[in-house]
């Protein structure tokens, strides 16, 4: 793990508010310059801290406005099926996000649909039709509570 001090933090605590925030903003906010808070922001970039910068959409607005956790058993976990059903989930064109997940399921997922007669659609076109499926359990988000990038314990106890 690469070595990062309080200020990396202040820096990272920043870039999670604004990615879009000039090295100028971004050195002001940390009480540095913004040569330095620009050399510390690649550092940290090339040392894979920041992955990268992305828009936070919000999914109703544009059409997408129910959301679900769908929890997916295989019939093996066999190394094989596992990344068969890897290749395939990733190409799911309505999936946000998947994880190989330890418990009674295998996989999560979250998939974003205009409708219950979409996600039927989803279902059938796309779920379904993932290898090694056993079992597909759908569960729809009813309110989001909170939706963060960064847990804020990560910066409770540094700079």
């Not at 990344?83 to 009674?104: H, Q, R």
């Not at 779920?127 to 963060?148: C, D, G, N, Q, Y």
Request: proline fraction near 3%; charge should be neutral; include cysteine.
């Amino acid at each position: 793990m690469t070595i990062i001090d309080s200020t990396d933090y202040r820096i990272l605590r920043e870039l999670t508010r604004d990615g879009r925030a000039s090295d100028v903003a971004l050195g002001e906010r940390v009480h540095l310059s913004s040569t330095a808070a620009a050399r510390r922001r690649k550092i940290l970039e090339e040392r894979g801290a920041v992955t990268g910068y992305t828009a936070n959409l919000d999914m109703g607005r544009l059409g997408f406005g129910i959301t679900v956790m769908v929890a997916i058993e295989l019939m093996t976990q066999a190394e094989q099926a596992l990344l068969e059903f890897e290749a395939a989930a990733v190409k799911c064109p309505s999936m946000s996000y998947c994880a190989f997940v330890s418990g009674d399921t295998d996989f999560i997922m979250i998939v974003h649909v205009r409708s219950f007669e979409d996600y039927d659609r989803v279902y059938r076109s796309e779920l379904s039709t993932l290898p090694h499926v056993a079992k597909i359990r759908s569960s729809f988000v009813m309110r989001e509570v909170t939706h963060r990038t960064v847990p804020p314990i990560l910066f409770q106890t540094k700079g």
